[in-house]
C-alpha cells in the first residue's frame, strides 16, 4: 500500500433489521419452550422409571425434581424471551444450573441428557445476551417472574429434602410424589397428615414454611389479583353500558377541559343529567371520583356518540382543548342527528364561524364571554359607585 493512501475502513457488521430479529427472538422463544418440554418430560420419566446410576452415592436418584424444575424455569421463560428482559437472560441460567448439579449428584442416562440440552439452549442464547440487557429491568412482570421462580424454588427444597429426611418423618415419605404432596401442603398451610418425629425434621418444617409461605401468597396475590381486577373492570364496563342505556333527554359533554367539567358541575346543580366523553382515563377517574357518569372514548366517534345515547340526548356541549377536535366533533354529532342542538366552544371569535357552518346551534367564545362578563361587572360598580367621578354625589 503506498505511503499516502489512507487504510481502508474496517466493515462494520450491520445491525439486523428489526423483522430479522423478531424471527430470531421467536425462534429462541420456540427452543425454550421446546426445551423445557423435554427437560419436563424427562424428569417424569425418570421418577416413574428410576434408571441405574453410573456410580452411587448419597444423592443417587435425587435428579428427577432438579430436572423437572429446570424445565418449569425455561416453559415460565419463553414469552419472556419475546420481550428480551434481562430476568429472561439471567434466570435462563437456572436451567443448566439445576441440571449439572443433578447429573453430578445422580449421574444417569436422564441426568446427563438433560444437563446436555439445557447446556444447549443456554450456548444458542449467549451470543444474543447484549440485547437481553436492553429491556425493562423493573416492573410487574419482573416481579410476578421473580416470585413465580421464587415459589419454584421452594417447591424443589421442600420436595428434597423432605424425601431425603423421609424416615425422619410419621408414616415415613416414600417417593417423590409423597415428597410433593407434603411441600405443597405445608406451604398452603393446609395442613398434612404427615409430621416430623425428630428435631432435625421439625426444623427443616419450620424452615420450609419461613420460605414457602411467604412465596406462595405472594404468588396468589400476583396471579389472581390481576385476574380480579379484569373482572371488576368487565362488571364496572356492563353497569356503565346498562346506566347509558337507561338515559334520557340528558346532556352530552365532550372532553374533559376545565370549561366541560364547569359545565358538568352547572348542568348537575340545575338538576340535569349529563353524561362527559372523553379519551382521557385519568381525568375521567377524578370526575368519576367526584360522582358524574362518564364514558371513555372519543367525542369524534359514532359509536362512541351512539354509546352514550346521543339519539336519545336533549342537548351536547362541545368543549374539548383543541378546536379542530371540537370542529370534528360537531361535524359527526350533526351527521348522526340533524335536529340535535350543539353548543360549541371556541378558542378564539375566528372559530365561531367554523364552528356554526360545521352544525354548531350556538358557537361560544369563552374569552369573549369572560371579557363580557368581565366589562359588564367593572360598568356596574363604576355605576353604583358614589366615589366614581360624575356621580351625584360626587
Do not use: H, M, W
Given at each position: 500500500m503506498p505511503d499516502g493512501e489512507a487504510a481502508a475502513p474496517a466493515r462494520r457488521r450491520r445491525p439486523p433489521s428489526p423483522g430479522a430479529l423478531a424471527r430470531r427472538v421467536g425462534r429462541l422463544s420456540l427452543a425454550a419452550a421446546?426445551?423445557?418440554?423435554f427437560l419436563v418430560v424427562l424428569g417424569v420419566i425418570s421418577a416413574a422409571y428410576p434408571p441405574p446410576n453410573f456410580y452411587a452415592d448419597a444423592f443417587s436418584g435425587y435428579d428427577p425434581p432438579f430436572v423437572v424444575a429446570a424445565g418449569v424455569v425455561l416453559l415460565i421463560l419463553a414469552p419472556r424471551v419475546l420481550e428480551r428482559t434481562p430476568f429472561a437472560w439471567l434466570f435462563s441460567l437456572f436451567a443448566p444450573f439445576l441440571?449439572?448439579?443433578?447429573?453430578v449428584g445422580s449421574p444417569n442416562v436422564f441426568s446427563i441428557t438433560a444437563a446436555a440440552a439445557s447446556v444447549v439452549f443456554v450456548g444458542a442464547i449467549f451470543p444474543y445476551r447484549i440485547g437481553f440487557y436492553r429491556g425493562v429491568t423493573s416492573g410487574p412482570r419482573t416481579t410476578e417472574l421473580a416470585?413465580?421462580?421464587?415459589?419454584?424454588?421452594?417447591?424443589l427444597f421442600g420436595t428434597v429434602v423432605s424425601r431425603w429426611l423421609g424416615g425422619q418423618f410419621s408414616p415415613p415419605v416414600r417417593g417423590w410424589a409423597q415428597a410433593l404432596y407434603f411441600t405443597v401442603t405445608t406451604i398452603s398451610t393446609n395442613?398434612?397428615?404427615?409430621?416430623p418425629?425428630?428435631?432435625?425434621?421439625?426444623?427443616?418444617?419450620?424452615?420450609?414454611?419461613?420460605l414457602g409461605v411467604g412465596t406462595f401468597l405472594s404468588g396468589i396475590v400476583l396471579l389472581f389479583v390481576p385476574f380480579v381486577e379484569r373482572r371488576l373492570r368487565g362488571l364496572t364496563a356492563r353497569l356503565e353500558r346498562v346506566q347509558l342505556q337507561e338515559l334520557e333527554q340528558h346532556v352530552i359533554v365532550c372532553g374533559a377541559s376545565p370549561e366541560a367539567q364547569a359545565t358538568a358541575r352547572a348542568l348537575r346543580a340545575a338538576g340535569a343529567r349529563s353524561v362527559i366523553v372523553c379519551p382521557d382515563s385519568q381525568a375521567l377517574e377524578l370526575l368519576r371520583s367526584e360522582g358524574f357518569r362518564t364514558h371513555l372514548g372519543d367525542p369524534?366517534?359514532?359509536?362512541?356518540?351512539?354509546?352514550?345515547?346521543?339519539?336519545?340526548?336533549?342537548?351536547?356541549?362541545?368543549?374539548?382543548?383543541?378546536?379542530?377536535?371540537?370542529?370534528?366533533?360537531?361535524?359527526?354529532a350533526r351527521?348522526?342527528?340533524?335536529?340535535?342542538?350543539?353548543?360549541a366552544i371556541g378558542s378564539s371569535d375566528s372559530t365561531?364561524?367554523?364552528l356554526r357552518r360545521a352544525g354548531a346551534t350556538e358557537a361560544v367564545s369563552v374569552v369573549g364571554v369572560a371579557a363580557q362578563l368581565m366589562s359588564s361587572a367593572a360598568l356596574e360598580t363604576l355605576s353604583v359607585d358614589p366615589r366614581a367621578p360624575g356621580s351625584p354625589s360626587a
Open positions: 421446546v426445551t423445557g418440554t441440571t449439572v448439579a443433578a447429573a416470585v413465580i421462580v421464587a415459589g419454584l424454588l421452594s417447591l395442613g398434612s397428615t404427615i409430621d418425629t425428630t428435631n432435625a425434621a421439625r426444623l427443616f418444617v419450620v424452615a420450609l414454611i419461613f369524534s366517534d359514532e359509536d362512541d356518540l351512539r354509546s352514550v345515547g346521543i339519539d336519545r340526548a336533549r342537548a351536547l356541549v362541545v368543549a374539548q382543548a383543541s378546536d379542530a377536535e371540537n370542529l370534528l366533533t360537531v361535524i359527526t351527521a348522526l342527528q340533524p335536529n340535535l342542538r350543539i353548543v365561531l364561524p367554523k
